[in-house]
């Protein structure tokens, strides 16, 4: 698996990411699975879903009703894209949750460039 390396390229872009359960409204547990469920997204998103891939939007540390709100259209065919059309296809309501709380808990630090 390429994690170390998208690690370190998110690192050399200065997108500092920190994973944590703790933070904001989303529950621990939802987190943790959420965690675990996120293993299906790395390959596109990223290890802390921090693309390396530019046609790939980051997830990291966006809000958990954004997430969900974007998961939900794909799955309704609201919002079409070949890829995630089908990821999202046979997502149920608390996967969703889950894997909205697991990335908007992952904390970015943006810097500003050099
Ligand atoms: C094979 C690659 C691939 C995989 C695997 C994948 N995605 Fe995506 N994802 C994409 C692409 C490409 C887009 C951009 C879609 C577009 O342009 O509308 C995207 C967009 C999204 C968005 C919308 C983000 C935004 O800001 O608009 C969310 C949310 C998302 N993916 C969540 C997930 C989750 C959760 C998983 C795992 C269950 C996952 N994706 C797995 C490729 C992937």
Same mark, same amino acid.
């Given at each position: 698996m390429a994690t170390p390396r998208l690690a370190r390229a998110a690192a050399r872009l200065g997108l500092l990411a920190a994973a944590t359960a /703790? /933070?904001?409204?989303?529950r621990a547990d939802d987190v943790d699975a959420g965690r675990v469920r996120a293993q299906a997204c790395?390959?596109?998103?990223? #290890?802390? /879903?921090?693309?390396?891939? #530019?046609e790939v939007p980051h997830l990291?540390?966006?809000?958990a009703d954004y997430l969900k709100a974007q998961l939900r259209a794909f799955r309704s065919g609201a919002r079409k894209n070949e890829v995630m059309s089908l990821m999202a296809r046979d997502l149920g309501d608390a996967d969703i949750d889950q894997l909205a709380a697991w990335f908007s808990a992952v904390r970015v630090q943006a810097q500003p460039p050099r």
């Open positions: /703790g /933070g904001t409204a989303a790395v390959a596109c998103h990223g #290890p802390l /879903g921090l693309s390396s891939q #530019p990291a540390g966006q809000p």
